[in-house]
C-alpha cells in the first residue's frame, strides 16, 4: 500500500512539473526579442483574431484599451486606421535600421502586406517597446512614419 501512495504521489508530481513548462497558447510566449513581439501581436490581431493574446504583450494602459475594443476588427479600425482580412506581418529589413534600441528600450518598424474585401492594402506601422524582466512589452503605437 505504502509503495502505491509513494508511486501516485511521484506521478502526480511528474505530471504538475511537466504541465508547469507548457506555453500558454492564449499568450504571447516568444517576448525576448521585440521583433518577433511586433509579430505575433499583429499576427494575433489581424490573423488569428484574438485581442487577448495581443494584449498579453502591451504595457497595462495599452492592454486595457486595446481590451476595450474587444473585437480584432474594432482594434484594427480605431487603433491603427487598417482592416485587413489575411496579413503578412514583417520586420523592416531593406537596409533602413531594423532596431533602435538603447537600454531597455526599442522601436521597431513593421511591414503589414495584405487583403481586405479582395484589395491589396499595403502600411507601415512603427510601435516603441520597453524591457521588463528581460522581456519585452508594447508601450506605445507611434505615429506613421510617412
Known amino acids: 500500500m505504502y509503495a502505491v501512495k509513494t508511486l501516485l504521489i511521484t506521478l502526480f508530481t ?3 512539473l511537466s504541465s508547469c513548462g507548457e506555453e ?3 499568450k504571447i510566449n516568444d517576448v525576448d526579442n521585440p521583433e518577433n513581439v511586433a509579430i505575433a501581436f499583429f499576427n494575433a490581431i489581424y490573423n488569428e483574431k484574438n ?3 495581443a494584449a498579453s504583450v502591451c504595457n497595462p494602459k495599452l492592454a486595457r484599451l486595446i481590451l476595450h475594443y474587444r473585437s480584432p476588427e474594432a482594434v484594427g479600425r480605431h487603433l491603427f486606421n487598417m ?3 489575411t496579413v ?4 523592416d529589413t531593406d537596409g533602413v535600421k ?4 538603447f ?13 481586405y474585401h479582395g484589395n491589396l492594402i ?12 528581460g522581456k519585452w512589452y508594447i508601450d506605445k503605437i507611434l505615429k506613421d512614419p510617412f
Open 14 to 16: 511528474c505530471l504538475l
Open 24 to 26: 500558454d497558447p492564449e
Open 51 to 53: 485581442v487577448e493574446k
Open 83 to 85: 482592416s485587413y482580412d
Open 88 to 91: 503578412e506581418v514583417r520586420p
Open 98 to 101: 531594423v532596431r533602435e534600441q
Open 103 to 115: 537600454k531597455g528600450n526599442a522601436i521597431i518598424t513593421i511591414y503589414l502586406d495584405g487583403y
Open 122 to 133: 499595403k502600411e507601415v506601422k512603427r510601435l516603441a517597446f520597453i524591457q521588463r524582466d
